[in-house]
C-alpha cells in the first residue's frame, strides 16, 4: 500500500497519559500535514511539516501538543497528558512540495480516533 | 472574513437530480484549488483538482473564476452514493498550507 499509513486507527488513553500517533506519508512524498476534527464539525489544521523541519504550526494548541518529522522514520503527533478534550479524529496528510508547478493535492491517511476515558 | 467559505447546507436531493455548491477565497494568491468529499467517520477523499480552464469528470464539473474568487462543483444525476460533506480546499504556491473551507453536506435521497 504506497498511501499514506496512519497508526493506530484508535487509540484509547486515561487522562494524564500521553498519546504517540504515527503518519508514515505516501512515497515520494516529503510534506507532512496534521489536522484534527471533533464529531460534526470541520478539519482542523494544526501542523505543517517537512523533513526534519516544522513549517507552519499555528494550529497547535500552545502546551502538551507537539510534532515531529525526522530524518528516517513516521511524523509524530505527541501529546501530553491528555484531557478528554483532545478526543477527535486526528488526520495526517501529505503532499508534494506544494509550491511546486501544477496541482499537488494532499492525500489523507485513514486518521487515528482518540478516545480518552 | 474566513478564508475560505462554502455553501452551509445541507443540501438534500433527490436522486437524478442535479446540485451545485459554490466556495469563495479570500486568498488573490491562491493558486491551487480542489474538491474533497468526506464521508462520515472516513478521511477525506480527492474528488477532483479544479482548473483554470474548468474541468469535468464524469457527472461532477469543476469551474474556477478567478476574477471574483469562487470555485464552483456542479453533479449530475445525483446518485445515492454521492451523499457525502464536500469540502472546498484551497492553496497559494508557497502557502504554508492547504486551507479546507467547512464542507458543505450533501443527502441524496431515493
Known amino acids: 500500500n504506497a498511501g499514506v499509513m496512519q497508526n493506530p486507527r484508535h487509540l484509547v488513553r486515561r487522562r494524564g497519559q500521553e498519546a504517540r500517533l504515527r503518519c508514515s506519508p505516501m512515497k515520494g512524498h516529503s510534506h507532512v500535514y496534521w489536522y484534527r476534527q471533533l464529531p460534526e464539525e470541520g478539519l482542523k489544521f494544526m501542523v505543517y511539516l517537512q523533513k526534519e523541519n516544522i513549517i507552519d504550526e499555528s494550529g497547535m494548541p500552545k502546551e502538551r501538543f507537539s510534532a515531529e518529522f525526522p530524518k528516517e522514520g513516521p511524523s509524530i503527533l505527541r501529546i501530553q497528558q491528555v484531557v478528554r478534550g483532545d478526543s477527535a479524529a486526528y488526520f495526517c496528510?501529505?503532499?508534494?512540495?506544494?509550491?511546486?508547478?501544477?496541482?499537488?493535492?494532499?492525500?489523507f491517511g485513514d486518521g487515528t480516533r482518540l478516545s480518552i476515558l | 472574513r474566513k478564508e475560505v467559505e462554502q455553501d452551509p447546507g445541507p443540501f438534500n436531493v433527490p436522486e437524478g437530480a442535479t446540485v451545485a455548491f459554490n466556495c469563495t477565497y479570500s486568498n488573490s494568491a491562491s493558486q491551487s484549488f480542489f474538491w474533497y468529499r468526506q464521508d462520515c467517520r472516513k478521511e477525506p477523499k480527492l474528488l477532483m483538482s479544479?482548473?483554470?480552464s474548468g474541468n469535468e469528470d464524469g457527472r461532477f464539473t469543476a469551474q474556477l473564476n478567478r476574477a471574483s474568487q469562487y470555485i464552483s462543483l456542479l453533479i449530475r444525476d445525483s446518485k445515492l452514493s454521492d451523499s457525502a460533506t464536500y469540502l472546498c480546499?484551497?492553496?497559494?504556491?508557497?502557502?504554508?498550507?492547504?486551507?479546507f473551507g467547512p464542507g458543505t453536506r450533501l443527502s441524496v435521497l431515493p
Open positions: 479544479v482548473y483554470s
Open positions: 496528510a501529505s503532499s508534494h512540495n506544494p509550491g511546486s508547478i501544477g496541482n499537488q493535492p494532499q492525500h
Open positions: 480546499v484551497v492553496n497559494a504556491h508557497g502557502g504554508q498550507n492547504f486551507v
